[in-house]
């Protein structure tokens, strides 16, 4: 199965650009995601990329994916407060919705 | 739109005692999940139902088990709580056919087990 890296903690002043890292162990993953978690409440997807794409743009969110490297990365930029939260990486090899996550990252941002 | 609704939303039990958390959803998705988040340990997966009248062991399945009531209904009971199984438990749910395969989460319901 996957096993899925991430550091646990990232502090970033607002209007910053905020890089969380991911590194996973499968590498027959179609997708790889990113959801973010608030607090008190479940898990929404915040941006996704295709295992056949090293780039994918959404807005403020950059995805980059190294898959030699078995790296994924999510870049905010312009950090506001709004976007601290916990960030999950995930995974899966073998079906749909049998993802494997990360610890998940605390992203706090400071005025 | 209600999307993925778990109850209870909160519960402290006596070890030994029993329960079940119960999730429905509205979005006409086969796949049913049950996960686990602890500090530090991300989610962890511990029953599935890839359609309704089949269930499957994920990752941590002892203590658990489950009933796929209908395809809005995934049920998850603890037969005899213990500590361990202090914990947050998210149901989620997917289509499994097409698209990204997203998981749609609900917002979780937070046991303790005494």
């Known amino acids: 199965g996957e096993d899925v890296e991430q550091s646990l903690f990232l502090s970033v002043r607002e209007g910053d650009s905020s890089v969380i890292n991911c590194t996973y162990t499968?590498?027959?993953?179609?997708?790889l995601y990113w959801y973010k978690q608030e607090p008190g409440a479940g898990l929404q997807l915040l941006t996704y990329i295709f295992s056949n794409m090293d780039m994918k743009q959404d807005q403020r969110l950059t995805v980059l994916l190294n898959k030699k490297d078995k790296h994924l990365s999510l870049r905010i930029a312009d950090t506001q407060t709004g976007d601290s939260a916990i960030y999950f990486c995930a995974g899966g090899s073998d079906s749909w919705g049998k993802l494997q996550f990360g610890a998940g990252t605390q992203v706090v941002v400071t005025p | 739109n209600a999307g993925v609704t778990q109850t209870p939303k909160f519960q402290v039990l006596k070890t030994g005692q029993s329960m079940t958390l119960q999730c429905a959803q509205d979005?006409?998705?086969?796949?049913m999940y049950w996960y686990r988040q602890d500090p530090g340990m991300g989610l962890r997966l511990i029953y599935y139902?890839?359609?309704?009248?089949?269930?499957d062991k994920g990752e941590v399945p002892n203590g658990y088990n489950v009933s796929r009531l209908n395809k809005r209904e995934f049920s998850l009971r603890l037969e005899s709580a213990a500590p361990s199984q202090t914990s947050v438990y998210f149901c989620?749910?997917?289509?499994?056919?097409?698209?990204?395969?997203?998981?749609?989460f609900g917002e979780g319901s937070r046991l303790t087990v005494l």
């Open positions: 989620a749910t997917n289509s499994r056919t097409g698209g990204t395969g997203e998981l749609f």
């Open positions: 499968d590498s027959s993953s179609t997708y």
């Open positions: 979005m006409n998705h086969n796949s």
């Open positions: 139902s890839a359609s309704e009248g089949t269930t």
